[in-house]
DNA sequence: CAAGATATCTTTACGTCGTCCAGATATCGA
DNA sequence: TCGATATCTGGACGACGTAAAGATATCTTG
């Protein structure tokens, strides 16, 4: 290996099967639905036969993770950027808008994330550790709003509550039954920050 | 049919098939997993071939309706008793408490339960309108509790934001990160109650 | 630069899956 | 009683995940 710097890259014959692989994944995931999302379609589209993928991964668990990854480093992107162009005193409202959007707008992807989540009975670990993961940006604001951070467990629990809340509202929004409401307030986000203003974790949720 | 109350019931040759197939469908599910669960292994534990379901039920997610459908009758149940056991002021604790638990000992039955919502982009209808559903039961406790009735869109936006506090903890209850904090707290059901806690919706979170 | 070691990719194959179809069989309605 | 109809079986098809064996390109070492 010339320059071994991410583990294994450059591979041999294809330059790098790998990457194309876990593109191409991503590719027919937003085309077609996490249904279409087999090992051999994902082959096909990246034009090597079936059997190629298993010189880079496992098995098909272990390409959704690498999907997944990609798709918690994107959710961190995102909420940066939320939390980056927010005033002050919104931070935490728009880490949670961002959060949601997010989930809405990659549906397939967030499913990926979380069922590998669940397969592995664990949320990647860069989450809790990485410091400019999205956990630990709505940690940082909470102690940026006034939380105290030597109360590490308040500020644990803190975070965990509001992490479930917006990914509680991140799958509930999805179903019919709630585009009534969406109507009657004017659209998604005035929906979403309708519902984040009842949580009391998100100060601030009922203006820009 | 003699008696064609439940859509169609009392099958011919086998007794009754398709509530065969459920409760083979829900052994398999608790005795190895969602992804054991195809369609030609219920028809295996059911003790018929491979294509008979296919006289009972349209195709494999008809049948993971089903299966669903039970589900929220079950939840239904132990929401239920959980708020005729608790103390008036301590009945939307108990309700939260009660979804959560029963995602958490019934972990194959509730990912069914909600991809099969996904897949349908809805609830359950009869979640909403079904008057002894959970959700009415949140709402119904939420006005015990002192919400103004008349306020239709807020009682709604209440009910929900609880519904997916509840729901995003009964995902993430499951993780690993969340272990040293249930140990710190002493027990699952204290983690679940500190959570609720800071969330405004769920008053006296912190005692029976 | 030669040549074996090694990594990559293809081909073929196996068992399982969801689903369909044709035939057998039991129940129902007249 | 007998035809209609609902239920179940057996066999088949294509797609899937994955394993094994062989072909081929790159790397390493002398």
Redesign the pocket.
Known sequence: ??ESQTA?SR????GD?RRALVDAARRILEAEGPTAL????VAREAG?????P???FK???ELLDAIADEGWQMLDAAMAKAKAEAEPRGKLTALGIAYVCFARENPALYRVMYDAARDNEALPDQMQHGDDSAYCKVRDTMIELGADPTATVDLELATTAAWCAAHGLAEMAGFKQFEHLKQELGGEVPFLRAIFAHLGLFPHASHD
């Open positions: 290996m010339r294994e591979p041999y014959h294809h099967l087999s090992l051999r379609a090597v036969s079936p059997a190629a298993y010189h880079h098995d098909k668990a």
